[in-house]
Nanobody, 123 residues
Framework: QVQLVESGGGLVQAGGSLRLSCAAS????????MGWFRQAPGKEREFVAA????????YYADSVKGRFTISRDNAKTTVYLQMNSLKPEDTAVYYC????????????????WGQGTQVTVSS
């Protein structure tokens, strides 16, 4: 089992920034790819960003490219999401996810999920 705990969500004005963190514990040796998804009210959960074990390959949804940056620490057990130039449409619950495979692009790819952290962007 892998446990994921997110932090860093909150309320911010449009144009502002937030940094989300997700700390993994447990069988972390089974993690290869880490990433973030989000779910806005009344909408399906959607992919935001992912990063592989080496940190050399990063993937982003078109809606966040150029504004969000995903990274992970040297110990490979914490993943971050730096969110800049936030927009009201970024308001959602953000979920950390991990998988043992190379691809983390849709919900079905994930092996473990965090509990989510709320991000609210006011206009």
């Amino acid at each position: 089992q892998v446990q994921l705990v997110e932090s860093g969500g909150g309320l911010v004005q449009a144009g502002g920034s937030l940094r989300l963190s997700c700390a993994a514990s447990g069988r972390t040796f089974s993690i290869f790819t880490m990433g973030w998804f989000r779910q806005a009210p009344g909408k399906e959960r959607e992919f935001v960003a992912a990063i592989d074990w080496s940190g050399g390959n990063r993937y982003y949804a078109d809606s966040v490219k150029g504004r969000f940056t995903i990274s992970r620490d040297n110990a490979k057990t914490t993943v971050y999401l730096q969110m800049n130039s936030l927009k009201p449409e970024d308001t959602a619950v953000y979920y950390c996810a991990t998988c043992m495979g190379l691809v983390l692009a849709k919900e079905a790819d994930a092996d473990y999920w965090g509990q989510g952290t709320q991000v609210t962007v006011s206009s």
